[in-house]
């Protein structure tokens, strides 16, 4: 059966592929650039292309502990006169001539005349001089000029998340500051009249607000700003003023719980009325009710309640959102092959992101088994796990030994 059969399984689902094209296609990109120290600006998203000012390495330099000399002059004699040093940061002033070498450290400029290094475990040397036991060939450990990059070469392009690689690379460009994204608003509340703050103890009847906790740890890891307006209860006047409120404060809101079709599941004709919203019935387990949609000044996720179903829809959908919202670059997840070590149940209809750990053997092949019981209150499953095993939407039973794919969690969710 394919994803697109016209089954009772599969009828008014849409699946995740194409809520989330739809979802990336109707978000408008950041524009505005703000300047950020380069220590803070891990996490941001790079607001402009980057070229090197500078040419990298700025000089040529020895990539040895060494001697160097000019490589013609190896030709005639493997016995060279040391006239000089040159370490990093202290150059050799003079120029090197034919049958002579300068003693080099890691670093260090090349001298004039000099355009190979030996490295010092291939030479005896003596008091003022050397004999090189192995020839280096021409240029050998020498860092060229502009090697790495050329003055005005592009070096990082603009929707990228900064991440300490980059602050390594930027630093060795000299940039102090950069050009990033300014972060986003992001207003978050849970809706519930079951919903206790932690600390207290449970009535009949009671749950922890586990959700909203959840989702700021996710978001943290984001380069978002987090407006927390708490738990709102089932009260419709109510749901009404935190979305009003948060509509002028946020640029994205989201909520969970409420998106149903329960009868204190308010949230869906609140936001109908005062925004553009669409509800999606999305093809996915778990996760299947979901709204997002534009309010007068925000987007909007409707995220389910259900603990794993919040936190793989905020994953799956609100988090390439917020990325691209930020002005960042989104890309599909890296799926990798792995081999599932025992028979996995499953009804065609919908993707199903089964929560697994991925092992590799002593071949260094992947291998995954499912962290049990999968249902979408249990967040245990999350907690056993390191990755989602993905099973496509028409997919059905698996067996022990079939080869599955599998997204392993990014830094949002370890
Ligand atoms: P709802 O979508 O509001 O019908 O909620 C579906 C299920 O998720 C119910 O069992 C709720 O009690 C539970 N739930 C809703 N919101 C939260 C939350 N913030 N934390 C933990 N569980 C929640
Ligand atoms: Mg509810």
Redesign the pocket.
Known sequence: MSCCDDTALTRGLMPLEQARMKMLDSLSVATEIRECDLQRSVGCILASDIYSPINVPPFNNSAMDGYAMAHQSLTHNQTLMMVGKSFAGIPYQGTVAAGQCIRIMTGAMMPKGCDTVVMQENVSAQKTDITINKLPTVGQNVRGLGEEFAQGQLVLTQGCVITPRHIALLASLGFAKLPVRPKLKVAIF???D??VKLGQPLADGE??????FALIAMLERLPVDIIDYG?IPDDPDKIRAAFVDADLNADVIIS?????V?E??FTRDIIQEIGEVNFWKLAIKPGK?IAFGQFENSVFFGL????VS?MVTFYQLAKPALLKLGGGIVKPALQLKATLGHNLRKSPGRMDFQRGIVTANDQGELEVTSTGTQSS?MMGSMCLANCFIVLPQAQGNVNSGDVVMVELFDHVLN
């Open positions: 849970s809706t519930g079951e919903l749950i922890y607000d586990s959700n909203r738990v969970s719980g409420g998106v149903s329960g204190a599941d009710p389910p309640g259900n603990p919040s209150s």
